[in-house]
């Protein structure tokens, strides 16, 4: 008779696995638990805090290092906690619990923590090295460069041959180089973009646009901007933020050629098109007969008549004043935008007319060549004319 097959072994448990159920373990528990209503734990938690201050916070220190050394720096940070809160009477114990509390909050990056517990260890002891040390490493983590320095200058009238404060010093300075670089890129990008919407803002008022904005503008992408490839040298994007021999200059904002976004509206059908950049020297003429060819007539699902073809079309501007120009297909947005611009009465800028720019876009309107749709559009705009 055979006999009975035994039962498979149960499968072997990793270490870490072990340590975290002896932790469940009231008797073994390491970092007990706070919440009310298990009175055994309460009573080992009082047992914890029994006896000479000292030695309670001895016993937590103990605790502590043996999961610093596994790694849990939590756990450990825990027990440090602890040793403190038995309120210990020797200073050198205490200065040891806040500075391997410090170096458990360096190792969570829990840094303005570890701030406070090596500041309060130099406190008990000013000729601390390992205290220096750790305010030093926390101040660079949160790239205070100054203080980490100052950290590392007290810490070499102290000890001057000490290999990781020098260590930490090399970091420190290397980082200040490249912070105190940053800063200078950020400023001088600020520079630039101030300069830049500054010369924007006068090349809009030479044509003769009427900037406004609306209440809830949409996105847009790619706003107007200075025509990269015509860029004077000084203004290159391609000068480096730093170090340049020469400083960087906004365009001349008369002669150097601008982009615009332009949107042509189609009334008729209540939809549009965006034309993203739209260099300002390109004649409307260009764009038509890429979006509007005569072969692809009636393939534009909201035209299926075919009337939108670019020969058969006839575009229309408005300016601020209700004026409607027409736009003959050789003409240029700039020419157009000239054509647009009036002076106000007696001179006065905010009595101006010109072409609108609504939230960064201009507004071009398209409909079939004398159309009815046309006609009772500028009827209806005339109408509303200021």
């Known amino acids: 008779m055979s006999a009975e097959p035994k039962p498979a072994p149960a499968p072997s448990k990793t270490l870490d696995e072990t340590m975290k159920e002896f932790d469940s373990v009231p008797l073994f528990m390491r970092d007990l638990p706070q919440e009310e209503g298990n009175t055994a734990i309460e009573a080992l938690q009082s047992l914890a805090f029994e006896g000479h201050p000292d030695e309670a916070a001895e016993n937590f220190k103990n605790q502590g290092n043996e999961y610093f050394r596994a790694r849990r720096y939590k756990e450990a940070l825990g027990f440090y906690r602890q040793g403190l809160e038995a309120k210990p009477e020797d200073a050198k114990l ?32 000013t000729r601390s090295i390992k205290a220096l040390y750790r305010a030093a490493k926390a101040f660079f983590a949160l790239d205070r460069v100054k203080d980490a320095l100052g950290c590392c200058d007290m810490a070499q009238d102290l000890d001057l041959s000490n290999p990781e404060f020098e260590h930490l010093r090399k970091q420190v300075q290397e980082r200040a180089v490249q912070l105190e670089r940053r800063e200078k890129e950020r400023e001088e990008r600020r520079r630039r973009t101030m300069l830049e919407n500054e010369a924007l803002q006068v090349a809009f008022v030479a044509r003769g646009l009427w900037v406004t904005t609306s209440d809830d503008p949409p996105d847009n992408p790619t706003p107007a901007h200075f025509d990269a490839e015509a860029r004077p040298s000084y203004s290159s994007l391609d000068i ?15 002669r150097t050629p ?41 393939t534009l699902p909201w035209d299926p008549q075919g009337e939108y073809v670019s020969s058969q079309l006839s575009v229309i501007a408005r300016t601020r004043k209700g004026r409607l120009l027409r736009v003959g297909h050789k003409l240029s947005l700039r020419t157009l935008l000239d054509q647009g611009a009036q002076p106000g009465a007696d001179g006065q800028m905010d009595d101006r007319d010109g072409i609108v720019l609504r939230d960064g876009i201009i507004d071009l309107y398209v409909f079939p060549k004398g159309s009815s749709a046309e006609r009772a559009w500028i009827a209806e705009t005339k109408g509303r004319a200021i």
């Open 240 to 254: 480096p933020l730093i170090g340049a021999t020469e400083p960087w200059k906004a365009p001349d904002p008369i």
């Open 258 to 298: 601008l982009v615009f976004p332009v949107m042509l509206l189609y009334p008729q059908h209540n939809t549009s098109d965006l034309i993203s950049e739209y260099h300002e020297d390109t004649p409307i003429g260009m764009h038509l007969d890429v979006m509007f060819p005569s072969d692809a007539r009636g």
């Open 94 to 125: 205490k200065e040891t619990l806040l500075l391997n509390a410090a170096a458990c909050d360096l190792e969570l990056k829990n840094y303005g923590r570890a701030l406070h517990a090596t500041r309060a260890a130099l406190v008990i002891n």
